[in-house]
């Protein structure tokens, strides 16, 4: 039982660039989140999903975009990075109202 | 204010003291709550959720205190390993979203 799988774990983009990334689970997990972390700062939704099909803006949505086509993958899509974007990234997973399950972080920067 | 308020620390202790933290929430409608663990470079692991009747699980303790919008965690006879950040985390009724508190970091001393 794989759990969360988050990839890459590392990347480095240059100012304008684009890039995915995946996050796919197999706990059959209806709600799906991403979001990131700062140093020493708390974790902010960028968005999040209730099911295949729906997605929904978090606190801090604006350069990303989502898409849930399955149950089981909710990549997260960066447009025009900026340096602004260099953070931790966590995708989530949970069946509603109970915790979440995260995958193990993408480290990115961009320069 | 934050809507989820956690001292950042960090808490020294020696090994084999108890050390409690808390974290107070500005939601009245808060629903769920959970303290995790973060460990550095890692992502938060869910420690154990919070019920308004407290709840133990081995040496970690959490209470909730509903009247004034508090969670505790207490943890005894502290590890070198317990050293983390501890996260305190608030869904609010209604939504799907979680609140994260910034963590409270742990160092437990030999």
């Known amino acids: 039982n794989a759990g969360v799988t988050q990839t890459p774990k590392f990347r480095i983009l240059k100012i304008g660039q684009s890039m995915t990334l995946q996050c796919t689970q197999d706990?059959?997990?209806?709600?799906m989140y991403w979001y990131r972390q700062d140093p020493g700062m708390g974790l902010k939704l960028i968005y999040y999903?209730?099911?295949?099909?729906?997605?929904d803006k978090g606190e801090v949505p604006n350069g990303y975009n989502v898409s849930r086509s399955t149950t089981e993958d909710f990549p997260l899509r960066l447009e025009l990075a900026a340096p602004s974007q260099t953070s931790v990234y966590f995708c989530?997973?949970?069946?509603?109202?109970?915790?979440?399950?995260f995958g193990s972080g993408t480290r990115l920067t961009v320069v | 204010r934050k809507e989820v308020e956690q001292d950042p620390g960090p808490f020294n202790v020696p090994e084999g003291a108890t050390v409690a933290f808390n974290c107070t929430y500005s939601?009245?409608?808060?629903?769920?709550f959970f303290w995790y663990r973060q460990d550095c470079r890692k992502e938060p692991k869910l420690l154990m959720s919070v019920y308004s009747s407290g709840n133990e699980d081995g040496r970690f303790t959490a209470q909730l205190n509903r009247a004034s919008q508090y969670i505790s965690l207490l943890i005894r006879d502290s590890k070198l390993s317990d050293s983390a950040t501890y996260l305190c985390v608030v869904s609010i009724s209604g939504t799907y979203k979680y609140i994260f508190g910034t963590g409270t970091r742990l160092k437990v001393l030999a």
């Open positions: 999903s209730v099911g295949a099909g729906i997605t």
């Open positions: 706990m059959n997990h209806n709600y």
């Open positions: 989530a997973s949970n069946d509603g109202g109970s915790g979440y399950t």
């Open positions: 939601n009245s409608a808060s629903q769920s």
